[in-house]
């Protein structure tokens, strides 16, 4: 058995419109598929994130913590904010880069991760 490629992580939504307008305006996702309020299906670099309703979600779904690599997360912090998400944290992780932990607007935890200046990878 081999594995081809990660298709997709999704969170799950009460509110599908609402946290696929957050992830859009305070993360920058693109929109790639949308089924109308039950699946939207956004961009991240190469990759698949989508927002599930209640009645798309697995069975059993209890939640995942999604990290999307940046350039930097300066701005985006505050349009976490400003989109009604929550900074929970930033830390710095020295030369291997900077995190930083948030709520969207669903409750779902997701952190962006910055490489150090000058690290190679």
């Known amino acids: ?14 509110d599908v419109e609402r946290v ?7 993360i920058g996702l693109t929109p790639r598929f949308r089924d109308g309020d039950r699946w939207v299906q956004l961009k991240a670099g190469e990759q698949s994130f989508a927002i599930a309703s209640v ?3 697995a069975p059993g779904q209890a939640g ?3 990290v999307f690599e940046v350039a930097e997360f300066g701005a985006m ?10 900074v ?4 710095d992780m020295g030369d291997h880069g900077r ?9 779902n935890v997701a952190q ?10």
């Open 55 to 57: 009645a798309e979600a």
């Open 112 to 121: 962006l991760f910055a490489r150090a200046t000058g690290s190679g990878q």
């Open 77 to 86: 912090s505050a349009a976490i904010v400003e989109q009604g998400g929550q």
């Open 1 to 14: 058995m081999t594995i081809i490629r990660l298709q997709n992580i999704h969170i799950v939504a009460q």
């Open 20 to 26: 696929a307008d957050f992830w859009q305006r305070a």
């Open 64 to 66: 995942a913590v999604p």
């Open 99 to 107: 995190v930083l932990t948030f709520r969207d607007p669903a409750g």
């Open 88 to 91: 929970l944290s930033e830390r």
